[in-house]
């Protein structure tokens, strides 16, 4: 089992910066690809970021490509999602996940979910 317990959340100015953090515990979490998804009621998970055990290899998708910086320390079994320029579009629950099976890269797959993290952004 892999824990993971998001925080950071909360209301910021359009433009403004933010950076969530995911606690992971457990099964060696160090050891799994990890992501960030967001969710905004009524729509599908969206994924904005993953990072590999090393913390070198990351992938962000098009659409928050040079906001969203992803990063992690295992020592202290912590994961970052540093956004920038945010967005009312942005405003949406924040998720971490962790893939402990092979899916490919960026994983396909995650198996296990924090409880999210809200994030507001507005003018």
């Known amino acids: 089992q892999v824990q993971l317990v998001e925080s950071g959340g909360g209301w910021v100015q359009t433009g403004g910066s933010l950076r969530l953090s995911c606690a992971a515990s457990?099964?060696?979490?160090?050891?799994?690809?990890m992501g960030w998804f967001r969710q905004v009621p009524g729509t599908e998970r969206e994924f904005v970021a993953a990072i590999a055990p090393n913390g070198i290899n990351t992938y962000n998708p098009r659409s928050v490509k040079g906001r969203f910086t992803v990063s992690r320390d295992n020592a202290k079994h912590m994961m970052y999602l540093q956004m920038i320029y945010l967005q009312p579009e942005d405003t949406a629950v924040y998720y971490c996940?962790?893939?402990?099976?092979?899916?490919?890269?960026?994983?396909?797959?995650?198996?296990?979910w924090g409880q999210g993290t809200q994030v507001t952004v507005s003018s």
């Open positions: 457990g099964r060696t979490s160090s050891s799994y690809d």
């Open positions: 996940a962790a893939a402990t099976s092979d899916s490919g890269w960026p994983p396909r797959q995650y198996e296990y």
